[in-house]
């Protein structure tokens, strides 16, 4: 299956939407990184998580 390409302006505007703007200012050096990396998107996905719990503590 291939992934969609995603516009990170509107990735941004749904992010903000859905009341999550500190993954939406995160996602884009995270995605660089795991792009990099290879991570898996179950990485990508835990390591916003985390950020954005660590932020909230």
Known sequence: MNAPAHDGGRLALMLNE????TIGRLWPEFAERSAKEAWPAARLL???LEARVG???
């Open 46 to 48: 835990g390591a916003l």
């Open 55 to 57: 932020r909230t503590r």
């Open 18 to 21: 859905v009341r999550l703007p």
